[in-house]
C-alpha cells in the first residue's frame, strides 16, 4: 500500500522556521522524483518545491527561493522541507509528492499557519 504521511506542521510566528517531513512507503522511494505543493484558503494549489531521484536537482517557487530548502534521505525514505523566514502568506497545506513515470502519489497534507 502506497502511502506519503507528512509531519511536522504547526502554527509558527512570522519570522520563524519549520521543516516538514514526508516518510514513503509501498513504492521504490529512490526512483522517484519528489515534490512538495502548497494550497492556501482560496487559492490554487502551487508547486513549492522538487527534486530528483537523485537529488542532482532541485527547483523552487520564486516565492519561496532562498527561503525553503528541500532534501531527501533515501535510505530512510523520507523527504524534507526545511522552512526558513516564514511569512504569513506562507499559510497552507502542504502536500508531498511522489513522481515516476504514470504513477503520482499525493499525501494527506499537513497544516502550516504563520500567525503572530
Known amino acids: 500500500q502506497v502511502q506519503l504521511v507528512e509531519s511536522g506542521g504547526g502554527l509558527v510566528q512570522p519570522g520563524g522556521s519549520l521543516r516538514l517531513s514526508c516518510a514513503a512507503s509501498g513504492f521504490t522511494f529512490r526512483l522517484y522524483a519528489m515534490s512538495w505543493y502548497r494550497q492556501a484558503p482560496g487559492k490554487e494549489r502551487e508547486l513549492v518545491a522538487s527534486i530528483t531521484y537523485d537529488e542532482s536537482l532541485t527547483n523552487y517557487a520564486d516565492s519561496v527561493k532562498g527561503r525553503f530548502t528541500i532534501s531527501r534521505d533515501n535510505a530512510k525514505n523520507t523527504v524534507y522541507l526545511q522552512m526558513n523566514s516564514l511569512k504569513p502568506e506562507d499559510t497552507a497545506v502542504y502536500y508531498c509528492?511522489?513522481?515516476?513515470?504514470?504513477?503520482?502519489?499525493w499525501g494527506q497534507g499537513a497544516q502550516v499557519t504563520v500567525s503572530s
Open positions: 509528492t511522489g513522481r515516476f513515470g504514470r504513477n503520482d502519489y
